[in-house]
């Protein structure tokens, strides 16, 4: 399984930014789906999450800006990210999972549920 985010870029506080990760194989729409990021000296957080019966899950950090969407037609997730703050840089990944299982909401924020990760895209906001 390949994933390859695209995306990142600077941006202003305020500002909005779509992030993009195409996946590899034809699977896809079995697949659980999920964005994480990682700060420098922070730990990879759970951001947002998209099943694959199409149920979401984003952070209380993110509700309201972030939104999480796939298309299966064209074996792509995305994450839309607008009123993006200073606090949002990070690198951003996305990840999957195969098992088709669900679990609780900390389970699937959790990394250890995905087999699968991009290599990252960076988002930096100014303030």
């Known amino acids: 399984v390949q994933l390859v985010e695209s995306g990142g870029g600077s941006v202003q506080s305020g500002g909005s930014l779509r992030l993009s990760c195409a996946v590899s194989?034809?699977?896809?729409?079995?697949?659980?789906m999920a964005w994480f990021r990682q700060a420098p000296g922070k730990e990879r957080e759970g951001v947002a999450i998209?099943?694959?019966?199409?149920?979401?899950f984003v952070v209380d950090s993110v509700k309201g800006r972030f939104t999480i969407s796939r298309d299966n037609a064209k074996n792509t997730l995305y994450l839309q990210m607008n009123t993006l703050k200073f606090e949002d840089t990070a690198m951003y990944y996305c990840a999957a999972d195969p098992s088709g299982k669900r679990g609780s909401v900390g389970w699937r924020l959790s990394a250890l549920r995905y087999n699968y990760w991009g290599q990252g895209t960076q988002v930096t906001v100014s303030s």
């Open positions: 194989p034809f699977t896809y729409s079995r697949y659980n």
């Open positions: 998209i099943d694959m019966d199409g149920s979401t």
